[in-house]
Nanobody
Framework: QVQLVESGGGLVQPGGSLRLSCAPS????????MGWHRQAPGKQRELVAF???????NYADFVKGRFSISTDNAKNQMYLQMNSLKPEDAAVYYC???????????WGQGTQVTVSS
């Protein structure tokens, strides 16, 4: 079973930047979909961005132009570069992985992002 470990969250002022990392516990399938989701208190979990092994990338409208998702296959990691952070970006951010050959979603434990002055 793949375990995902997120890191990089923290407290940042509005307008600041953070980079989140997601590290699978083992080598993952060559064919996959990985993504970042977030959940703020009292709200449903929502998709932030996803990336496929084929290079397809998609962002939620509310982060377009500010966030960037990427992977480093050599390091077996996924990243979310978050710039121009707003208070409404504050949430627990989760990474998710699914092999193209499976219907099972693997989730990380989440990392807290707080945007406040």
């Amino acid at each position: 079973q793949v375990q995902l470990v997120e890191s990089g969250g923290g407290l940042v002022q509005p307008g600041g930047s953070l980079r989140l990392s997601c590290a699978p516990s083992e080598s993952i399938s060559r064919f996959y979909v990985m993504g970042w989701h977030r959940q703020a208190p009292g709200k449903q979990r929502e998709l932030v961005a996803f990336i496929t092994s084929g290079g397809l990338i998609n962002y939620a409208d509310f982060v377009k132009g500010r966030f960037s998702i990427s992977t480093d296959n050599a390091k077996n990691q996924m990243y979310l570069q978050m710039n121009s952070l707003k208070p409404e970006d504050a949430a627990v951010y989760y990474c998710k992985y699914r092999s193209t050959y499976s219907t099972i979603d693997y989730w990380g434990q989440g990392t807290q992002v707080t945007v406040s002055s």
